[in-house]
């Protein structure tokens, strides 16, 4: 057995370690699903970045606009945006521990694989602290990826049917908190129209009734967004830095802590596996045919835009009511799978495109800088959304939300492809990659790289 200190202490006997390198040796059919990822994540966070969080997680009537047309928008990144992109980036992250374990192919890169991984994991979720309070982003996705992350390493040597069956059970574990909330609402509301009419009737509640009926009360006022919290809201994003500083730093722990680990990670953690098989069957290398991507799409989204359409639909018929919403939670893992794997077979068939080839050099551009493009995203929305911005908080409708979408899309993939021609990472990349290998790498173009990082 080969022992890993005498491995890395004499390289030259052992043979290379892992590196950083050329560009040119990308797998361009990943950064062009990288970036289309990262690209469709900001239509995701932009209610996040633009209006108070009621509006994302309780009713979106309460901040940007309630008309047909922004019902529609909303109902539209509902379906296609709320979720999918953020599950192509943790497949993609399976791909990537899959790359190293291939690129490992000497004594010294295996014992060097396992603590690179995990620095590369470590310093993730340090940026992601950084991110979510630095950056103000309670959409932060990094620090949780980072978490996911770490359950993968041991399962990489599995076959592709293994590692896309533990994938298919884990999001079904995601599934039970939905499930639960679901059944647990459905007892409170049963308890509480009870109590009511029992209270009609001129019966005396008892102590239990009335906490029944009042919880249920409390809830349905959360449902549609409390006032006092909405309004909290709106003046703490538009005033200053340290007062948007603390109202994050209060939501923080409870978003990187019970959220996680309900639904959120095993929702990652379930599509990396996913990721690592698909990779391992070529898949998301787009090694594939194009028959085989279009069947993809087509099934991945007339799954997935039927039963997420249906429930979009019965919510807003329903007037948001809050078991509806909660039973159209139930049946998200479905969708978020199916939708996605539509988003992938449709990307790779675009990627596959020799007449595309050149078109969709901006849209790499922007995947071989996923974390500064993403992190970028946050940094600008800020300046256009706070008070210390231009402090349009709470203005917008959705319609004009998009406007300003359009606008980052086109500034990153102009941007992007300018930064790479002088150098060879984004500055997030440069940065995290040489923290992970302790060392200062290269960062411009001109200097010769050896192998590929993914």
């Known amino acids: 057995m080969t022992d890993p200190a005498n491995a890395l202490s004499h390289p030259q006997e052992q043979g290379p370690l892992l590196r950083p390198v050329a560009p040119e040796a990308r797998i361009a059919a990943l950064d062009i699903l990288r970036g289309f990822a990262v690209l469709a994540v900001l239509g995701a966070n932009i209610e996040l970045f633009a209006l108070p969080l009621a509006a994302s997680s309780q009713d979106p009537r309460v901040a940007g606009g309630a008309g047909d047309l922004n019902t529609m928008i909303w109902a539209a990144g509902k379906l296609l945006l709320d979720g999918p992109p953020v599950a192509l980036a943790a497949m993609l992250f399976g791909a990537g521990l899959m790359l190293l374990t291939q690129r490992a192919t000497s004594p010294a890169a295996r014992a060097q694989l396992p603590d690179l991984y995990h620095r590369r994991l470590v310093w993730l979720l340090l940026f992601g602290l950084a991110h979510a309070y630095l950056c103000l982003a309670i959409s932060d996705r990094l620090f949780p990826f980072a978490i996911a992350g770490l359950v993968l390493f041991p399962f990489r040597k599995l076959s592709p049917r293994s590692l896309l069956l533990i994938g298919l059970l884990v999001l079904a574990v995601g599934a039970v908190d939905p499930v639960w909330t679901y059944v647990e609402g459905t007892r409170a509301k049963a308890e509480a129209t009870a109590a009511k009419a029992a209270a009609a009737a001129g019966e005396e509640l008892t102590a239990e009734q009335q906490e029944a009926k009042t919880t249920w009360e409390a809830t349905l006022r959360r449902s549609q967004g409390d006032a006092a919290a909405i309004e909290n809201d709106v003046d703490t994003y538009r005033s200053g830095y340290l007062a948007i500083l603390k109202h994050v730093a209060s939501l923080m722990p409870g978003l990187q802590s019970v959220s996680i680990y309900k639904r959120l990670f095993w929702e990652l953690a ?70 996605s794997l539509g988003h992938l077979g449709v990307v790779m068939l675009l990627a596959k495109a020799r007449w595309l080839r050149r078109p969709l050099e901006p849209v790499a551009a922007v995947g071989r800088m996923a974390l500064s493009n993403y992190v970028g995203q946050t940094v600008i929305a800020l300046c256009v959304f706070a008070g210390f911005g231009l402090g349009l908080f709470a203005i917008l409708e959705r319609v004009r939300l998009y406007g300003v979408v359009l606008g980052i899309w086109t500034l990153q993939l102009v941007a992007s492809p300018l930064w790479l021609r002088h150098f060879r990472f984004g500055p997030g990349e440069w940065l995290w990659r040489s923290l992970a290998y302790w060392q200062r790498l290269p960062i411009k173009s001109a200097i010769p790289a050896r192998e590929v990082d993914p």
Do not use: C, K
């Open 270 to 339: 379930g599509m990396m596996f996913l990721g690592m098989g698909l990779f391992r069957l070529g898949v998301l290398s787009g090694q594939r045919t194009a028959r085989f991507y279009l069947h993809l799409a087509g099934a991945g989204y007339a799954t997935g835009l039927a039963v997420s359409g249906y429930l979009t639909y019965q919510v807003i018929a329903h007037d948001f009511d809050v078991l509806w919403r909660d039973w159209a939670e139930t049946y998200y893992p479905l969708g978020l799978l199916a939708i």
